[in-house]
């Protein structure tokens, strides 16, 4: 089983619905918890960023973190057909050498 | 700020022949580089973790004297793939963190794509 668990999507949604990626856990070292955005043929950009439980939000993106259930989740609000790429989340232990963990992403297609 | 570039974006060679890509933090400086690469459709693949003056780290089945990392500096880490053949064809992605002031944070280059004929 892998270390973290993604919803593999394709996701498919008209602009302007509120959209909802997750991934679960099972390390409970994780404290750092890491949203990218991959668009096509280009490196994942960092788009939001949780250290340990609570909530984050930034524009029309709020990142959730559940450290009792191992549950992270990235919220879009009134999605765009820019916001149409790979959403890849990322874990970190709290160690010097912690190096990150990824999910294998969730492909988000916004139709207009 | 944290931004990284890689250089070359993408490159077609011979097989036989070795690449050397690099990856440069423009604005802060990277005591650890991360490599991966990505095929298509595929998640991300850490090949190798290299902190700033000592050997890299590779990860299980990455075979390191085929993708000789090297980061002399602070600011600049490269990946030569030596005698690459048809099956090193793949989406090349290096990431850097500054641990002081970034954490466990990794920002991303825009990636090389290699072509091996």
């Known amino acids: 089983q892998k270390e973290v668990e993604q919803d593999p999507g394709p996701l498919s949604v008209p602009e302007g619905a509120i959209v909802s990626l997750n991934c679960t856990y099972s390390n409970s070292a994780f404290q750092y918890f890491m949203w990218y955005r991959q668009y096509s043929r280009k490196g994942p950009e960092l788009l939001m960023y949780t250290y340990s439980s609570g909530n984050k939000e930034d524009g029309r993106f709020t990142a959730q973190v559940d450290k009792s259930s191992k549950y992270i989740s990235l919220f879009i609000r009134d999605s765009q057909p820019s916001d149409s790429a790979t959403y890849l989340c990322?874990?970190?232990?709290?160690?010097?050498?912690?190096?990150?963990?990824f999910g294998d992403g969730t492909t988000l297609t916004v139709k207009p | 700020g944290a931004v990284v570039s890689q250089h070359p974006s993408w490159v077609i060679c011979k097989s036989g022949t070795s690449v050397k890509i690099e990856c440069r933090s423009l604005d802060f400086q990277a005591t650890t580089m991360f490599w991966y690469r990505q095929f298509p459709k595929q998640s991300l693949m850490l090949m190798a973790t290299s902190n700033e003056g000592s050997k890299a780290t590779y990860e299980q089945g990455v075979e390191k004297d085929k993708f000789l990392i090297n980061h002399a500096s602070l600011t600049l880490s490269t990946l030569t793939v030596t005698s690459a053949h048809p099956e090193d064809s793949s989406f090349y992605i290096c990431s850097a963190r500054d641990l002081e002031t970034q954490r466990n944070m990794q920002y991303f280059g825009p990636g090389t794509r290699l072509t091996v004929l």
């Open positions: 990322a874990m970190t232990p709290d160690t010097n050498a912690g190096k990150s963990t």
